[in-house]
């Protein structure tokens, strides 16, 4: 089935340092691809995503490519400010045993950013 | 307005005993999720519904019955628990079916321990 891996975290960074979180994925098909965002004690928030090969997709100064040629969706940012600190998550649709569409995460890997 | 709620936010229980989450949304959305995220942040789909109807159920022991009354609430009736069902648990919905290219709007989660 369908499969995401995200590099580990922590990843710690100081503020306006340049911001890379991998993410490739295994699929059959063409899923769609999401990037997540869990900030401390809160549910899961759309960041950004992308439906098709070679799309971008951006938000809050993030952006992530869907590159099928070597099956990857990595989340970068110039410039990560404090409030970024929080744990990201990398997603795909894969389809479920019911022949439903249905989200599958990623580990989540965790941003620090210190001042 | 809180577009996902989810009651109760915090559940202390002892082992054996039978408990439920509540969640709502006032979205319009057709289809309601409900997810698990371990201590390690690992987030999986347990069940789905649309219009009431059960459309994904992953794997899930039959301890956990999930009961949709009409389109805006899903609750989570959990029996019998066990110490491997202390988990953070995560309401979600989106507009339409499951999955595709829908943002999911996730609830702030409901932290269950079972002692």
């Known amino acids: 089935g369908n499969s995401v891996t995200q590099m580990e975290g922590p990843v710690t960074l100081s503020e306006e340092a340049f911001l890379t979180i991998n993410c490739t994925y295994t699929?059959?098909?063409?899923?769609?691809l999401f990037w997540y965002v869990q900030y401390p004690g809160e549910g899961l928030q759309l960041l950004l995503k992308?439906?098709?090969?070679?799309d971008k997709g951006s938000n809050k100064g993030f952006e992530a490519t869907y590159r099928k040629e070597t099956t990857s969706f990595h989340l970068e940012k110039g410039s990560v400010q404090v409030s970024d600190s929080a744990v990201y998550f990398c997603?795909?649709?894969?389809?479920?045993?019911?022949?439903?569409?249905?989200?599958?995460f990623g580990a989540g890997t965790r941003l620090a950013v210190h001042p | 307005d809180t577009a996902v709620s989810q009651t109760p936010k915090y559940l202390v229980t002892q082992m054996g005993n039978d408990k439920s989450i509540k969640c709502e949304q006032n979205?319009?959305?057709?289809?309601m999720y409900w997810y698990k995220q371990d201590s390690k942040k690992f987030l999986k789909i347990m069940f789905s519904?649309?219009?009431?109807?059960?459309?994904i159920n992953e794997t899930v022991p039959n301890r956990f019955s999930p009961k949709s009354p009409d389109k805006a609430h899903l609750n989570l009736h959990i029996n019998s628990l066990e110490l491997g069902d202390s988990a953070v648990y995560f309401c979600a919905s989106s507009q339409r079916l499951a999955g595709g290219t829908d943002t999911q709007y996730f609830g702030p989660g409901t932290r269950l321990t079972v002692l």
């Open positions: 997603a795909l649709t894969s389809l479920s045993s019911g022949g439903y569409n249905k989200l599958i």
């Open positions: 699929a059959t098909g063409y899923p769609s």
């Open positions: 992308a439906t098709k090969a070679d």
């Open positions: 979205l319009g959305h057709d289809t």
């Open positions: 519904y649309n219009n009431k109807e059960l459309i």
